[in-house]
């Protein structure tokens, strides 16, 4: 075996025990800025549309996308805490209401506002999950929303903001 081979084969047999000599670390320390996209399920929830007596429909969502941006602070020990900006959107699947299900229902909603969230990275070696919860305020704003059941039409427009959570849960590597 020449020279050459014999150095080439060396270093190919240490680059296993090079990269599992350097441990890694995924809790963040001090000031960190994030990005994320995800899915995204948004629960239904009821309105009142129409003068009195008031009409209950209960839209339902399929499950959409997400987007947050986020800087926070890591302590070093796996918790971290971050102020979140978020954007999410869900298509219309159905809307519940009298007099029945408006089963050709479309449209879209869409979600955004800003939450502060507390998270906890597990350090397992080259890979990372973690969890996390938030608390915040989101605007909610149907758009284009509209259902039929027969000969009844229902429409669903404008915003309204609430409080909001989340559960988190993600892995990084």
Request: glycine fraction near 18%; charge should be negative; hydrophobic fraction near 40%.
């Amino acid at each position: 075996m020449s020279f050459r081979k014999t150095l080439l084969a060396a270093t190919l047999l240490s680059l296993p025990m090079a990269a599992n000599a350097q441990s890694w670390d995924p809790r963040v320390q001090g000031v960190y800025v994030g990005a994320g996209l995800g899915g995204n399920y948004l629960m239904g929830s009821s309105d009142s549309i129409g003068a009195a007596p008031a009409r209950t429909v209960e839209p339902g969502f399929e499950w959409g996308w997400a987007g947050v941006l986020s800087v926070g602070y890591g302590f070093g020990n796996g918790l971290r805490l971050e102020l979140e900006g978020s954007y999410r959107t869900n298509d219309i699947d159905v809307i519940k209401g009298a007099p029945g299900n408006y089963s050709r229902a479309g449209g879209s909603a869409q979600s955004y506002g800003a939450m502060v969230n507390a998270l906890y990275d597990f350090n397992l070696g080259g890979i990372a999950p973690y969890v996390g919860v938030g608390l915040g305020y989101q605007i909610h704003n149907y758009d284009s929303v509209r259902g039929v059941a027969g000969t009844s039409t229902v429409t669903l427009d404008g915003d309204e903001g609430n409080f909001a959570y989340q559960a988190i849960v993600g892995v990084a590597l």
